[in-house]
């Protein structure tokens, strides 16, 4: 894989007169118009880089935007890859790799995901403090590379603490209400039934999704700092399910999109 991830990133460079991020940011399900923040200097389409896969899924378009948010350099994956698409944990967390080699220093993550905890309600945005990993193909599974980073890797501060903080004042300042808690990562691509709900909730997650945990545990064997942001575009419990399917999720996501698109450019300008 190391020889991958340098053609990819040498790739990129030739293509971006030599473009050096400082933020990566994955923009998960409704979540790509973020791009609008982003004073664009390149885009290149992930069908057209090699080594790269290729998002199959609504609402994830497709491409590396490589910009500036103020005076930061930025590059934004619009559109993500899952695991329920077919590809293993490696591919699905190629691109953080490659996004550390561009020069990323914080990686931050979206993703639209489903309320399990009472308190919640659909359109609230959750930052994420901790996950549980439940998807079955781990993406350091098998030969470490030391290269990239150490065979065991310390997952006590996936999310990084001083990041939290910091984007809860900022919240405070926009006066947008945040949530905070533990997101659970499941295989997908089904929703989850009645009795998982309750599983979910009973393990001590706040709301369950089918992304994110694979790039956080490959970005932290990197020793890259993390922030995530949950948008809460379902809700369900061992009792009741809203009835939902992927449309009526993009749309939740998009009518929580500028609380996230708001409270993500000012976390990168500050």
């Not at 990566?24 to 118009?33: D, F, K, P, Q, T």
């Not at 490959?218 to 949950?230: E, K, N, T, W």
């Amino acid at each position: 894989m190391w020889n991958q991830v340098q053609e990819t990133v040498a790739f990129l460079k030739n293509k971006t007169n030599g473009f050096t991020p400082e933020f990566g940011v994955i923009l998960g399900s409704g979540l790509g118009n973020f791009i609008e923040d982003i004073q664009i200097e390149f885009v290149v389409e992930y069908k057209d880089i090699p080594n790269f896969p290729v998002s199959t899924v609504q609402g994830h378009k497709g491409a590396l935007v490589f910009g500036k948010v103020g005076e930061k350099n930025v590059v934004a994956m619009q559109g993500r890859f899952h695991y329920y698409e077919g590809y293993d944990a490696k591919q699905v967390t190629f691109p953080v790799r490659v996004m550390k080699y561009l020069g990323i220093q914080l990686l931050i993550v979206s993703n639209a995901s489903g309320g399990v905890n009472p308190e919640f309600k659909v359109g609230d945005v959750m930052i994420i403090k901790d996950h549980i990993n439940m998807i079955p193909d781990h993406p350091l599974r098998g030969h470490n590379d030391e290269r990239f980073g150490p065979r065991f890797v310390n997952m006590s501060e996936p999310y990084k603490k001083v990041l939290i903080s910091k984007a809860k004042g900022i919240a405070s300042s926009l006066q947008i209400d945040v949530k905070e808690g533990i997101y659970l990562a499941l295989q997908g691509p089904t929703f989850e039934t009645l009795a998982e709900y309750k599983y979910v909730k009973n393990v001590g997650a706040d709301c369950v999704g089918m992304s994110t945990v694979p790039e956080v545990i490959v970005a932290r064997h990197m020793d890259l700092d993390c922030f995530g942001i949950s948008v809460i575009t379902d809700m369900g419990n061992e009792e009741e399910i809203e009835t939902v399917n992927h449309e009526e999720v993009l749309e939740a996501a998009k009518k929580a999109e500028p609380k996230v698109r708001s409270l993500i450019k000012n976390l990168i300008m500050s």
